[in-house]
């Protein structure tokens, strides 16, 4: 398994031209008063600062493009994971910094960059100009991902999980019968070097790395496989804080790719309960893979999402793009 690099936050001087506060009232920003806590401690960090309130109607891609074109240069959401993308997405390949004040439910991304999940504390943290820039993850050369994407049943029951988040329970007997009718599916995999060489870990157990990669043609770049899902991770937690990508890097240049296979239905729900919340008990049948691009087809479509949000079905392509966010980090 890859070892994590040590990366050295760069320091610069925390003074922006412009700034933009992002504020999302439908995660922690429910009152006046934390709103101006955060304004207030965010004061002085720029020459100008706008506070932008969100909507569930507002077109947060285009209100950032539009902020980066009068001049932004740092961009900061206090809101959700979801939200956090949304700007994020306008950001990718551009010189703005983001910055980010977690107050959603699970706050994933920023989990992963060791943002204070205190607001004020993260405010703190966007004061003293620590930044790394990290990779995006994208799927069919559109849309971008920040956590993690998903290939088979997770992508099925990931938007269940998210209204049942939001109040929903009666999705639950969705989910459940989701679950019921649950069959593995033959994929191919397509990666970016020899099979061989992508494969990094198995969670099985019964035989040694070594033995197992003996599977593999030394040359051969596909591999064709019966699974419950495939994840690729950019970071290592995405859901309700699933480790579904241990030992994933934001800043290596390679997706962390874990493939389930061999999972019962009652298997497939205690692997999603033993990982949630950021514990590390990994399946068994869990395999992993790493690469800088992914290709999934599948033998009949299988849905497809990125960060949680439903993008069609297979085939699709993944790909790293390396370093092409800068954010704010420890």
């Known amino acids: 398994m890859r070892e994590p690099r040590a990366t050295t936050p ?12 992002f504020l999302n009232p439908a995660s922690g920003m429910r009152n006046q008063e934390s709103r101006l806590q955060v304004r207030n401690r965010l004061a002085g960090i720029s020459d100008s600062l706008e506070e932008l309130i969100t909507q569930p109607e507002t077109a947060l891609f285009d209100r950032t493009a539009e902020s980066l074109r009068n001049g932004a240069d740092l961009i900061v959401v206090a809101g959700g994971d979801g939200t956090v993308r949304q700007v994020a997405s306008a950001l990718v390949g551009t010189e703005a ?11 994933n991304f920023a989990r992963s960059l060791n943002i204070p999940s205190d607001p004020l504390a993260a405010c ?9 820039s990290i990779d995006v993850g994208v799927a069919n050369d559109r849309e971008y991902f920040f956590e993690a994407a998903g290939v088979g049943v997770d992508a099925d029951l990931f938007p269940i999980g998210e209204e049942v988040k939001g109040g929903r329970f009666h999705n639950i007997l969705h989910a ?3 679950a ?7 994929v191919t995999l397509y990666f ?3 099979v061989k060489e992508a494969y990094k870990r198995s969670f099985r157990g019964q035989f040694s790395l070594r033995v197992r990669r003996r599977r593999f043609n030394r040359r051969k770049r596909t591999i064709k496989i019966r699974c419950s899902f495939i994840a690729v991770g950019n970071g290592p937690f995405y859901g309700s804080n699933f480790a579904v990508c241990p030992g ?11 493939v389930f296979r061999d999972f019962s239905k009652l298997e497939l729900v205690w692997h999603f309960w033993s990982i949630s919340r950021g514990r590390r008990q990994y399946h068994p049948k869990l395999e ?3 690469g800088k691009t992914l290709e999934v087809s599948s033998s009949k479509p299988l849905s497809v999402h990125v960060d949680g949000q439903p993008i069609g079905t297979t085939p699709v392509r993944f790909r790293v793009l390396p370093k092409a966010l800068k954010v704010v980090a420890k």
């Open 10 to 21: 760069v320091m610069i001087t925390p003074k922006y031209h412009c700034a933009v506060i």
């Open 97 to 107: 910094t983001l910055g980010i004040v977690p107050l959603g439910t699970f706050n």
């Open 124 to 132: 703190d943290l966007i004061q003293t100009g620590l930044t790394r």
């Open 176 to 178: 459940i019968h989701l």
């Open 180 to 186: 019921s009718w649950h069959a593995q599916t033959s």
């Open 192 to 194: 970016d070097r020899p």
């Open 248 to 258: 994933a890097i934001l800043d290596d240049g390679l997706f962390s790719i874990s």
């Open 288 to 290: 992993m893979f790493e």
